[in-house]
């Protein structure tokens, strides 16, 4: 299998690699100057992660491995700072390397952790799911969860490198795999239409870990995230529309403790802000529809049940996307079209909810 390299431009540049045995890069991308590496991976990489010591030992490396927990009980100030430890007592430098190796919780605690040690130190992610492939570990958004809501404490932290082995995705749950779709079809909805022609010409294929189909998908995905991030790194306008579906998916999260796959929320949250962009005079109710058969084509869940809206509510409040009080919503003025939509009324929001409320739908929520 070739490799596809995919730049990114943000405070540094970096490249994302796609392929297959990508593990002989990540020497280079940890670099001469370091002496120390610290590899965080959830307990099902264990035997990976030891092959990553072993390689990097090889090479010269001191190497720490940290086992953090699974998902977003990652995502805490408690685990953060039970790896801070161990910086501390390895006495990392500024040229040691941070490595995150798992899903998006992991990439995303790694980011954080190195974005926060001595102000700053290099990170490199080796995304293991589909998720973390085209959304999580690419862009530089780090960030840990609290009571109050997800990712609320977190920096902006662009890796050295991104090693995208698509090996990897062979041994992913179905469940897991599928929920990663939906960030896929988030960025055709939002900028490569081409990316939901292929889901629709064979959803089988779109999930097979080993068809050219997939491949051709997560290439795409990541170009779509690799050109909003490098014209807006810091989300002051551009990036935002990376967050389409994302209002109502992080409420969902939230109010599910974390229980459901942040895919399967975001399937969820795209269908009510097509509802919400129709009900606004903005979408035409044929894209609702597509976005309907393309989600349930990959068997993505798209209701909620409909006594929830209070806490969801409440939740979208909270959430950083918000502005003076202000809920903000990224929806479409059509395929590849997004637009914000700032401050919309109750009865809007409650309509739209209604449209998705017709039942517990948990195909590949929890």
């Not at 609290?146 to 090693?163: D, I």
């Not at 992913?172 to 292929?198: M, S």
């Not at 006594?307 to 909270?318: G, I, N, S, T």
Request: charged share 25%.
């Amino acid at each position: 299998m070739s490799t596809t390299r995919i730049g990114v431009s943000a405070e540094r540049d970096y490249d994302v690699l796609i392929g297959a045995g990508l593990l002989g890069e990540l020497t280079g991308l940890v670099g001469a100057k370091a002496r120390r590496v610290l590899v965080l991976h959830p307990p099902a990489l264990a035997g990976m992660a030891d092959a990553v010591r072993g390689g990097l030992f090889a090479a010269g490396y001191e190497v720490h491995l940290v086992e953090v927990p699974d998902a977003e009980e990652a995502k805490t100030a408690e685990v953060a700072a039970s790896c801070w430890a161990v910086l501390g007592l390895a006495a990392f430098g500024r040229d040691d390397v941070v490595v995150g190796l798992g899903g998006g919780a992991t990439t995303d605690l790694a980011g954080f952790v190195a974005a926060t040690w001595l102000r700053g130190v290099p990170v490199v992610q080796v995304p293991t799911t589909l998720l973390a492939m085209v959304d999580a570990a690419v862009g530089g958004k780090t960030g840990i969860n609290t009571v109050e809501g997800k990712n609320l404490v977190g920096a902006f932290h662009s890796p050295v490198g991104v090693l995208c082995d698509l090996t990897s995705l062979q041994t992913l749950p179905e469940r897991d795999l599928t929920a990663g779709l939906a960030e896929i079809v988030k960025a055709g909805f939002i900028a490569d239409e081409r990316i939901l022609e292929l889901v629709e010409a064979d959803p089988a294929a779109a999930r097979d870990p080993r068809s050219d189909t997939l491949r051709e998908l997560v290439e795409r995905a990541i170009a779509v995230k690799s050109r909003v991030v490098s014209a807006d790194l810091r989300e002051a306008d551009l990036r935002e529309i990376l967050n389409y579906g994302h209002t109502l998916a992080h409420a969902i999260e939230h109010t599910e403790h974390y229980r459901w796959r942040h895919g399967a929320a975001v399937s969820v949250g795209m269908v009510f802000a097509a509802e919400l962009a129709r009900l606004a005079g903005h979408l035409d109710g044929s894209v609702v529809d597509r976005h309907r058969v393309i989600l349930g084509s990959l068997d993505l869940p798209m209701t909620y049940p409909g006594d929830r809206w209070e806490q969801l509510h409440e939740a979208m409040r909270r959430d950083k996307k918000s502005r003076a009080d202000m809920l903000r919503f990224v929806i479409l003025d059509g395929i590849g079209k997004p637009v914000r939509l700032e401050g919309p009324e109750e009865a809007l929001l409650v309509a739209a909810y209604a449209a998705i409320s017709s039942g517990q739908d948990s195909r590949v929520a929890s």
